[in-house]
């Protein structure tokens, strides 16, 4: 009894464990948000762009589409290169980051490879991943270097993350006007508008045909999954470039935002940028998971604190 009770002591007395764990591995990092599985952040083996998969819910719903990286009947199974959580564009310097899947044709697919890790950190609040990746053209040349920071939250009923990107252009680099970009997520198929889901932006507007290629601040797509009401928010941040961006948001799950599709979204100007050799462009964005509808989520006033931040 009594080597119980200091057993007991002792555990006491040892520190809580962190809320937000980080664990490396060979070809990903692997999240834990209060002892329950979040999503990895997978950058290695064959990849052809980083992204996160699959996203989960503080509940543990999947809210983001398994195909192609898992087979499931019941999904739609269109647009392989649509991973879960990504940034990439389709056209840098007329490479192809966005549709650049290995099965998919085109000689002109840019590919982004991990160069390191460079910050890993557990925390009872939150978890921060540092990594720097280059984007590569077809023949291996770099044209950018991206340094990106990922902020993990520890927070009881939403799962936050925010994205920190920095590109700085090899030479000189245009990222030229298309649709096909930029900060982007594939939803789980029950979230598609055909079933349950409803994308808002931050003017009230609903649905694609009144999203889709429209400028906001930030952009929410909620719907249900097994019967479990969830969503999804997208925060722009006030500093990025050409705020508020544009969003390339589909009624078939895509759930993107896009500084640079200008000409297709409003079918005159030029969105594309050019960054002179030596220079970078930064993007900053929260994503949010909420439990319940939009209505509930406080969303507004949670962006007003988000846009504040430095």
């Given at each position: 009894m009594k080597v119980f009770s200091l057993l007991v002591g002792a555990a006491l007395c040892l520190p809580l464990a962190a809320q937000v764990k980080l664990t490396q591995g060979s070809d990903r990092i692997v999240i834990e948000v209060n002892r329950?599985?979040?999503?990895?952040?997978?950058?290695?083996g064959g990849t052809t762009k980083p992204y996160l998969?699959?996203?989960?819910?503080?509940?543990?719903?999947?809210?983001?589409?398994?195909y192609p990286m898992e087979l499931v009947e019941s999904e739609s199974h269109d647009h392989i290169h649509q991973r879960s959580c990504w940034f990439s564009h389709g056209n840098v310097n007329g490479f192809d980051f966005w549709a650049n899947d290995p099965s998919q044709a085109g000689p002109k697919k840019g590919r982004i490879v991990i160069r390191k890790v460079t910050e890993l950190k557990s925390g009872k609040k939150l978890g921060v991943i540092g990594a720097t990746f280059d984007w590569n053209d077809a023949n291996?040349?770099?044209l950018l270097t991206e340094d990106r920071t990922m902020i993990i939250y520890a927070n009881p009923s939403n799962r936050i993350i925010d994205f920190d990107i920095r590109l700085t252009a090899a030479g000189t680099v245009t990222f030229g006007d298309t649709k096909e970009g930029t900060f982007a997520l594939r939803l789980a198929t029950p979230l598609e508008e055909k079933h349950s889901g409803t994308m808002t932006n931050a003017e009230g507007a609903q649905k694609e045909k009144n999203v889709w290629g429209r400028r906001s601040n930030w952009v929410d797509y909620s719907g249900e999954i097994n019967g479990e009401k969830v969503g999804l928010t997208i925060f722009d941040h006030p500093s990025n470039p050409r705020h508020p961006t544009w969003w390339h948001s589909r009624a078939y799950g895509l759930f993107a935002a896009n500084p640079f599709g200008r000409h297709d979204f409003e079918k005159s100007g030029d969105g594309s940028m050019t960054v002179d050799a030596?220079?970078?462009?930064?993007?900053r964005y929260r994503l949010i998971i909420h439990p319940g509808d939009l209505a509930g989520a406080g969303i507004p006033e949670q962006y007003k604190n988000y846009s504040a931040t430095k």
């Open positions: 329950k599985p979040f999503t990895d952040f997978i950058f290695g998969y699959p996203l989960r819910a503080a509940s543990g719903t999947v809210v983001t589409r398994r291996g040349n770099r030596g220079n970078s462009i930064r993007f």
